[in-house]
């Protein structure tokens, strides 16, 4: 059964930085294209980066340039280096498969605010 479980959120403020980290379990990691995705209150999740098995990335524009998205196979981790935070980069960050499992994690909340 896969398991994924978020974490590293917090408050920050304005052009800030947060590293978000995601521990897997039950699933074919090193071979799955991962990736990150976020949702706020009355809209719908978005996906905000990718990263495949070979590790080539990509990227969401409203990201593209702050955001890094990295994995260790070794350790089945995931992780999201988040710079320059803006105020609607708030939201709740999970991290999923791509395309993503019927299962999601509990996500880890990112609040930008001064």
């Known amino acids: 059964q896969v398991q994924l479980v978020e974490s590293g959120g917090g408050l920050v403020q304005p052009g800030g930085s947060l590293r978000l980290s995601c521990a897997t379990s039950?699933?074919?990691?090193?071979?799955?294209?991962m990736g990150w995705y976020r949702q706020t209150p009355g809209k719908e999740r978005e996906w905000v980066a990718g990263?495949?098995?070979?590790?080539?990335?990509n990227y969401a524009d409203s990201v593209k340039g702050r955001f890094t998205i990295s994995r260790d196979n070794a350790k089945r981790m995931m992780y999201l280096q988040m710079n320059s935070l803006k105020p609607e980069d708030t939201a709740v960050y999970y991290c999923n498969a791509v395309p993503p499992y019927s299962y999601w994690g509990q996500g880890t909340q990112v609040t930008v605010s001064s």
């Open positions: 990263i495949n098995s070979g590790r080539s990335t």
């Open positions: 039950g699933s074919p990691f090193s071979i799955t294209t």
